[in-house]
């Protein structure tokens, strides 16, 4: 007998448990964000000079060490004298310069010049001691190696967009009709980019562009515009393989559209962005929408 009221009672236990479960809301999931080391590290263009009057001068085993990263101790050439103290925050960053010089597209090099100078971000310090005229700061974020001679900058918080759900992408999406540019250039020059790669495009705060942004990436049939040897009107004709009974130019056939990118940096005439969908390969001269 009393072990049927205890099966009675764990079923009916049981029974409320589940009736329970099933009148809890799920959470709504929540919206991915841009990554901390993402929006810190990605760099960035700028037509305005970055001021270089701090830099980094030394660090602990200078004898031998040429390099800092996360963790060490370097050297800043200021202190009391310009008001440092303990505890200020600064992001550490180095103009930057293609080591190839090899253009991949025909504008590349006019557009990038246009757009300022490329940025490298390399990490943040944290000043842990001042002196007279200098101070001492530790690395307390890295993207890559610090070195002598890199710029110091007040630190500031970058803001961190959330992502759209990409299952929204539309393969086939009408133009815009917001400002077109280019993607430029990519982070340490790279040429070509997939998902979750920084790239540099020619649009922004004068363009209207701000932090959170969407680009719709996409490119035309029949560019010729990489200087890489190219088969002209390859669009519609090519010996040996076919051709259309008429000719076609770039802009008569359908645009095709490749993926999209959200802005996590912006300047007068530049944006970085990272791109967030892509069904295949970008490369540099890619064209870009705002959406």
């Given at each position: 007998?009393?072990?049927?009221?205890?099966?009675?009672?764990?079923?009916?236990?049981?029974?409320?448990?589940?009736?329970?479960?099933?009148?809890?809301?799920?959470?709504?999931?929540?919206?991915?964000?841009?990554?901390?080391?993402?929006?810190?590290?990605?760099?960035?263009?700028?037509?305005?000079?970055?001021?270089?009057?701090?830099?980094?001068?030394?660090?602990?085993?200078?004898?031998?060490?040429?390099?800092?990263?996360?963790?060490?101790?370097?050297?800043?050439?200021?202190?009391?004298?310009?008001?440092?103290?303990?505890?200020?925050?600064?992001?550490?960053?180095?103009?930057?310069?293609?080591?190839?010089?090899?253009?991949?597209?025909?504008?590349?090099?006019?557009?990038?010049?246009?757009?300022?100078?490329?940025?490298?971000?390399?990490?943040?310090?944290?000043?842990?001691?001042?002196?007279?005229?200098?101070?001492?700061?530790?690395?307390?974020?890295?993207?890559?190696?610090?070195?002598?001679?890199?710029?110091?900058?007040?630190?500031?918080?970058?803001?961190?967009?959330?992502?759209?759900d990409p299952a929204a992408f539309d393969h086939f999406a009408p133009i815009s009709g917001k400002p077109v540019a280019m993607l430029v250039a990519g982070k340490d020059y790279g040429q070509v980019y997939g998902k979750l790669s920084p790239v540099y495009v020619n649009l922004g705060t004068n363009q209207g562009v701000k932090v959170g942004d969407y680009f719709r990436i996409f490119r035309y049939q029949g560019s010729m515009s990489e200087t890489v040897p190219q088969v002209k009107d390859y669009q519609y004709a090519l010996y040996g393989f076919g051709s259309a009974p008429s000719r076609y130019s770039w802009n008569d056939l359908p645009r095709e559209v490749l993926g999209e990118g959200i802005v996590i940096n912006v300047s007068r005439n530049s944006s970085t962005m990272i791109v967030t969908f892509s069904h295949l390969e970008l490369y540099a001269g890619d064209y870009v929408e705002i959406e």
């Open positions: 007998m009393r072990a049927r009221i205890a099966v009675l009672s764990l079923s009916v236990f049981l029974g409320a448990a589940a009736s329970s479960a099933q009148n809890v809301t799920p959470a709504a999931p929540a919206i991915p964000q841009v990554d901390y080391s993402t929006v810190n590290c990605s760099g960035f263009v700028s037509d305005q000079r970055v001021p270089d009057e701090m830099r980094l001068v030394s660090g602990e085993q200078s004898n031998y060490k040429i390099t800092f990263t996360r963790g060490d101790y370097v050297h800043i050439n200021r202190g009391q004298d310009k008001g440092v103290r303990v505890g200020d925050r600064f992001a550490v960053v180095r103009p930057d310069k293609d080591p190839t010089d090899v253009p991949w597209f025909k504008w590349q090099v006019k557009l990038l010049k246009a757009m300022g100078t490329p940025y490298m971000d390399l990490g943040q310090v944290r000043v842990v001691n001042v002196q007279p005229k200098v101070s001492v700061a530790q690395v307390t974020f890295s993207c890559g190696f610090m070195q002598r001679g890199d710029i110091l900058e007040p630190y500031e918080d970058r803001p961190a967009p959330p992502y759209k």
